[in-house]
C-alpha cells in the first residue's frame, strides 16, 4: 500500500504564504509524478500544480505566486503558496503516480486533504 500525508495547511491572511508538504510512502518502487490539486464546495477537483522528474506544470491561476519542488530522496512534494488570495480557499489534495514494483504500471494515489483558507 501507498500512503500520501500532507500537511502545512491552515488560515492565511490575503497576501500572505504557506508551504503544503507531501510525503509518500509504503510499497513505493517510482515515483512518475506528483502534484497538487485543490476542491471547493459544488466545484470539481481541479489542478494546482504538477512536477514530473523533467518538468513542471501549474495553472494559469496560480503562475508567478505558487511553486512546485520535490525532493526524489525523500518522496515528497513541496507547493510554495505566495501571495495568496481568498479565491485561493480550498481543500488541496496531493496526487503521485507510483508503481509498486519493477514494470509494474503506475496507479494515482490522493492524500487526505488539507485544508487552505484565506481570510482577513
Known amino acids: 500500500q501507498v500512503q500520501l500525508v500532507e500537511s502545512g495547511g491552515g488560515l492565511v491572511q490575503p497576501g500572505g504564504s504557506l508551504r503544503l508538504s507531501c510525503a509518500a510512502s509504503g510499497s513505493i518502487f517510482s515515483i512518475a509524478g506528483m502534484g497538487w490539486y485543490r476542491q471547493t464546495p459544488g466545484k470539481k477537483r481541479e489542478l494546482v500544480a504538477f512536477?514530473?522528474?523533467?518538468?513542471?506544470n501549474l495553472s494559469d491561476s496560480v503562475k508567478g505566486r505558487f511553486t512546485i519542488s520535490r525532493d526524489n530522496a525523500k518522496n515528497t512534494v513541496y507547493l510554495q503558496m505566495n501571495s495568496l488570495k481568498p479565491e485561493d480557499t480550498a481543500v488541496y489534495y496531493c496526487?503521485?503516480?507510483?508503481?509498486?514494483?519493477?514494470?509494474?504500471?503506475?496507479?494515482?494515489?490522493w492524500g487526505q486533504g488539507t485544508q487552505v483558507t484565506v481570510s482577513s
Open positions: 496526487n503521485a503516480d507510483v508503481s509498486v514494483y519493477s514494470g509494474s504500471r503506475y496507479y494515482a494515489y
Open positions: 512536477i514530473t522528474r523533467g518538468s513542471t
